[in-house]
């Protein structure tokens, strides 16, 4: 059974900072993963999407890459800004099934 | 585009009554899945359309939940009667291709509360 773990749960930053967020699988046969962000009370804004033959994508100050033999994917964000303070959410489709499967979900809190 | 709408964006409702939310998908999206939000278990698909025809509702919780889809642009998912565990945030999202092979967008959602 797939399971997805990001970890930390939160995260503090000063603005400027450049971070990482993990998002680690078990199952490594992936046919997609996506990452999201979430701001309070509202709902999912897709970020990047990987395919499985993909090693990374890149969006602005945004880029994930995504290692299926080591069961992860990492969430890089250059320059913090207070804006990116939202929580991030990963989620991935396993080969042969149609849905998507959630991580929990990592809470950014970039300080001005 | 609107992206996708939702409707109601607030619900709050009594026990044992019949709530019906609304999802209109992204025009020209063929699959689209309902997902509930909550604290405890994060989100959970509980049922995937794929031209109007539903694929998989394994994550449908009980029969007190039902979810039709009558034609390409209109989605609903109701719940008969409610019980307050039932309170979450239900999001709609739709995507291009079979199942989740493209990317997904979602809606607001709805967040329900039975009292």
């Known amino acids: 059974k797939q399971e997805v773990t990001q970890i930390p749960a939160a995260l503090s930053v000063p603005e400027g900072e450049n971070l990482v967020l993990n998002c680690s699988f078990t199952?490594?046969?992936?046919?997609?993963l996506q990452w999201f962000r979430q701001d309070p009370g509202k709902g999912l804004t897709s970020l990047l999407l990987?395919?499985?033959?993909?090693r990374e994508q890149t969006s602005g100050r945004l880029n994930a890459s995504l290692d299926k033999s080591s069961g992860r994917s990492t969430l890089y964000i250059a320059a913090s800004q207070p804006g990116d303070s939202a929580t991030y959410l990963c989620?991935?489709?396993?080969?042969?099934?149609?849905?998507?499967?959630f991580g929990t979900g990592t809470r950014l809190k970039v300080l001005a | 585009d609107a992206g996708v709408i939702q409707s109601p964006r607030h619900e709050v409702t009594e026990m044992g009554q019949e709530v019906t939310l609304r999802c209109k998908p992204i025009s020209g999206h063929n699959s689209l899945f309902w997902y509930r939000q909550t604290m405890m278990r994060g989100l959970e698909l509980l049922i995937y359309f794929n031209n109007n025809v539903p694929i998989d509702d394994s994550g449908m919780p009980e029969d007190r939940f039902s979810a039709k889809m009558p034609n390409a642009s209109f989605s609903t998912l109701k719940i008969q009667p409610s019980e307050p565990r039932d309170s979450a945030v239900y999001f709609c999202a739709s995507s291009l291709g079979q199942g989740a092979v493209g990317e997904q967008f979602f809606g607001p959602g709805t967040r329900l509360t039975v009292l």
């Open positions: 989620a991935l489709r396993t080969s042969g099934t149609y849905k998507y499967i």
């Open positions: 199952d490594s046969a992936i046919y997609n």
């Open positions: 990987i395919q499985s033959s993909q």
